[in-house]
């Protein structure tokens, strides 16, 4: 069997499957401020790709372990959304197709990874005090509404 290539994320030759979860607990959302690019540096909705042969379910367990250290209940599918970002010759730098998923916290301690500056509880007032990109803001508010 021949190695795997890793997957190319910057400039790459197609979009990257990726998912990311909304994990609640109580009144709180769990927030990572990202330590690689794209986003480098913002808050956002912990997760990150699939790996060939995995469901987006084992994904979003997987990475929230990884990337926050906890245990998580999966939900349901929230919502698909596109991640396309151009660099200043229009050629497309990051691609990412990413399936948001709803998720409760289970168990473990927070803390962050080598993926994550830094990870938090927040409510929706703290959250709108962190600078992330507003489509990822409107992401987060809507899952608070529907759970």
């Known amino acids: 069997m021949r190695p795997e ?10 979009p990257i499957p990726s998912v990311a979860a909304c994990v609640l607990k109580g009144d709180k959302i769990l927030v990572a401020k990202r330590a690689n690019p794209p986003s480098q540096g913002l808050w956002s909705v912990p997760g990150g790709m699939v790996e060939l042969g995995e469901t987006i379910q084992d994904t979003a367990r997987r990475e929230i372990n990884e990337e926050c250290g906890i245990q998580i ?39 962050p990874s080598s993926d994550a500056l830094d990870v938090r ?27």
Not at 5 to 14: D, F
Not at 78 to 107: C, W
């Open 73 to 111: 209940e999966v939900g349901d599918l929230f919502t698909v959304e596109n991640l396309i970002m151009p660099d200043e010759k229009g050629r497309i730098q990051f691609h990412y197709v990413v399936t948001y998923l709803l998720a409760r916290y289970k168990s473990g301690e927070l803390r």
């Open 121 to 147: 509880w927040v409510t929706p007032e703290e959250m709108n005090k962190l600078e992330m990109n507003p489509v990822i803001r409107e992401i987060m508010l809507k899952a608070f509404e529907i759970n």
């Open 5 to 14: 290539k890793p997957v190319k994320r910057e400039y790459p030759r197609s």
